[in-house]
C-alpha cells in the first residue's frame, strides 16, 4: 500500500498542466478545477481525463406535500409509481415547469422560511419554544421540496461512463433520470454518486 508521502517522494507525479495539455475534451468554464480518471485506466500506458461540468446553475425549484399526492407533483398516488418503464412525468423532457422558481445552487429552502414558535402545551407564555423552522411530518407543505434541471448529452458521448456527483443534500433525496427513479441517498452530510447512463437520451434533452 502507498501512502501519499510515498508518492510525493518517489518521484511519480502529474502536473495539472501535463494534463490539460492532452486533452481537448476540458472546459475551463465548467471544471472544478481538478481531474477525473477512469480508474481502469490506471494500469494501461495512458491516462485519458475525463470532463467534469459544473451543474450548480439553471435550476428550477417548488414546494411538494409531505402528506397529499395531489399538492406533491402526483408522486404517490399510485402503486405503479416505480415501474421500469419510467413515468415520473415530472422528470422528463418539456415538462411544464414555468411556475417553478428558478434558482442555483446551493439553495437550502429551510433556511428561507420563517421560525416557527408554536405554543408548547402550556399556559405560561415562559415556556414557549424559542423558535424553529416548520419542518417534519407536522408541516407538510414545507418538508418537501423538488429541484428540477433540464440538459443536453452529445450524442458522441454515447457508450461513455455518465455519472452525476451530489456535494450533499439534506436529507433523504430521492433522484430521477428521464422518467425513471435512479436512486435514493439518506445520508445529509456526505457527498453521493449515481451513474446515469443507461437512462440518458444521447443528442437530446433530459
Known sequence: MMTRRDLLTSGVALSASSLLAQSKLLRDDVLRGKELFDPEDVAGTAMVPSERLLFDFG????FGNGTDPSKDLGFGAGQGDFAKTGDFKFAKAGFDDSKWRSLDLPHDWAVEIPFERDDIGSDDSQLRSHGYKPVGRRYPETSVGWYRREFGVPQSHQGR????????????????????????????YAPFCFDGAAFLVHGGKN
Open 59 to 62: 435550476w428550477k425549484f417548488i
Open 161 to 188: 461512463r455518465i455519472c452525476v456527483e451530489f456535494d450533499g443534500a439534506f436529507r433523504d433525496a430521492l433522484v430521477f433520470v428521464n422518467g425513471c427513479f435512479v436512486g435514493r441517498n439518506n445520508n445529509g
